[in-house]
């Protein structure tokens, strides 16, 4: 694995960390308003849904061809 992408998570991984600490005070104190109940109803579902549409299509859609990758050329 090229360490460059590895560093890349790491650091993706902490930034998520950071936020989710820092929101979770932040609504432990009262700095974000009270949402009524079932504001966000659904949304679960309808990401998954995009999520799954959008994986469907990364493995079903044929991939261009790169030049210099592969077991190399004949020319």
């Known amino acids: 694995m090229n360490p ?3 560093r890349a998570a790491l650091a993706g991984l902490a ?3 950071l936020f989710s600490i820092l929101y979770t005070l932040g ?3 009262g700095a974000w308003p009270k949402l009524p109940t ?3 109803a659904n ?3 309808v990401a ?3 999520a799954g549409v959008l994986l469907l299509a ?3 859609l044929p991939r261009k061809a790169t ?3 592969g077991s190399g050329s004949l020319g």
């Open 58 to 60: 990364v493995l079903v």
């Open 67 to 69: 030049a210099g990758r």
């Open 43 to 45: 949304v679960d579902l």
């Open 38 to 40: 079932g504001a966000f």
């Open 4 to 6: 460059a992408i590895g």
């Open 27 to 29: 609504d432990e104190i």
């Open 15 to 17: 930034w998520l960390a």
């Open 48 to 50: 998954g849904i995009g």
